[in-house]
C-alpha cells in the first residue's frame, strides 16, 4: 500500500511539474500568439478526453463486473460515479471564489483576496481532478495503470502552464512572477494523487467508483472550461486540430505502455 501511494504521489508531482517547464518560455520573453495557445489548449483537452475514456472509464467498467453484480449493474454504477465526479467539480467551481481569463469573476464575492489568487484557485480547480485520475491510476494497477496518465497529464500540462504564464502577463505581473504562480498551479496535483491512491488502496471495491468519479471530474473541466476557451477568439480550426493530436498520441501512449 505504502508503495501504490508513492507512486500517486510522485507521479502525480511529476505530471504537475511539467506545468513550469510549459510555462518556460515566458522566462525567455517568448509570447507565443493566441492561436498557439489555442492549439496547444486543444490538445490538453484531446489528451485528457482520451485519458478519461480508455484509462478511466473503460478500466472502471471492467473492474464494476469484477467486484459487482452482473446485468446493468456496473453500467449504472460507472455513469453514476462520472455524474458525481462532474457534480462535484461543478459544486467546486461555484462555491470557490475564481476569476476566468476571459469570463471575468465566478462563485462567492471574494474582494479581499488579490486577483492573482483568483487565477491560482481557478487553475487549482482544473488541476485536482488531473492529479485525482493519476493517483487513481496507480492505486488501481501500479505503474502499468498510472505511467500512461501521468505521462499524458504531464504533456496536456505544459500548455496549461503556458497559458497561465502568458494571461497573468498580460495582466502585467513580471515573467518571473508569472512563471512562479504558473508553477505553483502544478503542485496542488500532488494532493489529488494522494486522495485518489488512497481511495482505491483502501479497498478494490471503491476502485470503479474512483476510476469514474475522476473521468467525471475531467470532463466537466474539458467541457466548462477548456474547450469553450479554445474557441473563444476564433481559433476553432486550430484548437480542433490540437484536440484531436492529443486524442490519438493518448490513446497511442495508453495501448503502448498500458
Not at 488579490?114 to 481557478?122: D, I, P, Q, T, Y
Not at 466548462?224 to 490540437?242: L, S
Request: hydrophobic share 55%.
Amino acid at each position: 500500500m505504502e508503495n501504490t501511494l508513492v507512486l500517486g504521489v510522485v507521479g502525480s508531482l511529476v505530471a504537475g511539474s511539467l506545468t513550469a517547464v510549459g510555462a518556460l518560455p515566458v522566462l525567455l520573453g517568448t509570447t507565443p500568439s493566441r492561436g498557439f495557445r489555442d492549439l496547444a489548449l486543444g490538445f490538453a483537452a484531446g489528451v485528457m478526453l482520451a485519458a478519461s475514456f480508455f484509462s478511466l472509464i473503460i478500466p472502471a467498467l471492467d473492474a464494476a463486473e469484477i467486484y459487482y453484480a452482473g446485468g446493468p449493474v456496473p453500467a449504472a454504477l460507472v455513469c453514476t460515479a462520472i455524474l458525481l465526479g462532474m457534480g462535484a467539480l461543478a459544486l467546486l467551481n461555484e462555491g470557490l471564489p475564481h476569476e476566468h481569463f476571459q469570463q471575468g469573476r465566478e462563485g462567492p464575492e471574494a474582494a479581499s483576496l488579490r486577483r492573482v489568487w483568483l487565477f491560482v484557485f481557478a487553475i487549482a480547480i482544473h488541476n485536482l481532478p488531473e492529479g485525482l485520475a493519476v493517483g487513481v491510476g496507480f492505486g488501481a494497477n501500479g505503474l502499468e495503470g498510472g505511467m500512461p496518465l501521468a505521462i499524458g497529464i504531464g504533456l496536456q500540462n505544459m500548455p496549461e502552464g503556458l497559458a497561465v504564464a502568458v494571461a497573468l502577463m498580460g495582466e502585467g505581473y513580471s515573467k518571473w512572477r508569472s512563471w512562479s504562480i504558473a508553477a505553483l498551479t502544478g503542485l496542488i496535483e500532488p494532493i489529488g494523487g494522494l486522495f485518489g491512491a488512497s481511495v482505491v488502496t483502501v479497498s478494490q471495491v471503491l476502485l470503479p467508483w474512483g476510476l469514474a468519479f475522476a473521468a467525471g471530474a475531467m470532463l466537466y473541466v474539458i467541457s466548462h472550461e477548456i474547450i469553450p476557451e479554445t474557441h473563444r477568439c476564433g481559433h476553432q480550426k486550430k484548437a480542433t486540430f490540437g484536440l484531436a493530436m492529443g486524442l490519438v498520441i493518448m490513446l497511442f501512449l495508453d495501448v503502448w505502455l498500458g
